[in-house]
């Protein structure tokens, strides 16, 4: 099942990081609930992450992971894990950061942005979501979710 719409502004980015929020708020997963981010540099990936964790309960500052990677949040009921693979260089470094058992984590929830680099890691997703620039401050959003 797919979904697209266009984002007009930040106030609208933000009222979809809530609904998305509140829907995942009631996933239950034996393993990691995985949701793939994809689009451009500056397209609200990061944006996007913040105001679902937010809606998730999480009260301290969500910070971008492009260089540590991973950023691990705690709500009140699941970890949370935010993964930039931007810079990621080869298999070998996931394998060191521990992506495998971060996917095996039950009901836990891992947003992946640029999943594309994850050497075949991550193969699946639960939730896609991809942001393309249409201007300044409109996006198109499409959201895809595994049947």
């Not at 998305?20 to 034996?30: A, N, R």
């Not at 984590?105 to 594309?116: A, D, Q, R, Y």
């Amino acid at each position: 099942m797919t979904d697209e719409l266009i984002l007009d502004s930040l106030v609208e980015t933000k009222k979809l990081g809530q609904k998305i929020g509140s829907q995942l708020s009631k996933v239950k997963k034996s393993q990691a609930y995985i949701i793939f981010l994809n689009g451009d540099l500056g397209s609200g990936k990061t944006t996007l992450v913040k105001e679902i964790i937010s809606a998730l309960g999480v009260e301290e500052s969500v910070t971008s992971p492009t260089f540590t990677i991973i950023e691990p949040y705690l709500s009140e009921h699941r970890n949370i894990y935010h993964m930039d693979l931007y810079r990621i260089e080869s298999a070998s470094e996931l394998a060191a950061i521990g992506i495998n058992e971060y996917c095996k984590e039950e009901n836990s929830i891992i947003f992946v942005e640029w999943p594309e680099k994850a050497f075949g890691y991550l193969n699946d997703f639960d939730m896609k979501i991809s942001l393309e620039h249409l201007s300044e401050t409109k996006r198109k959003c499409k959201i895809t979710l595994k049947t």
